[in-house]
């Protein structure tokens, strides 16, 4: 069994997303806002970060998804 291109993008993408979720989860923000986030306190920068773990974590739900789907498509025949 040949691993297609389609097949490879989305593992890739599902690696990627899961290990970005991972780095985002140890993330902790700084006492010092930046200039653009000066308005926020720190537990609401850090629940913006949780939220962006989630939302990577869904990406690459839907990239392993995409894989299998891909792959199923590939064997069907």
């Known amino acids: 069994m040949v691993i297609k291109f389609p097949v490879f993008v989305a593992l890739v993408g599902a690696i990627i997303h899961f ?7 140890r993330f902790k923000v700084s006492e010092k806002p930046p200039a653009s986030r000066a308005h926020l306190s720190v537990e609401q920068r850090q629940q913006k970060i ?14 392993l998804v995409a894989a299998i789907v891909f792959t199923w498509l590939e064997n069907s025949n």
């Open 50 to 63: 949780v939220i962006g773990s989630w939302i990577s974590f869904a990406i690459g739900c839907v990239f």
């Open 19 to 25: 290990a970005y979720t991972v780095k985002l989860r």
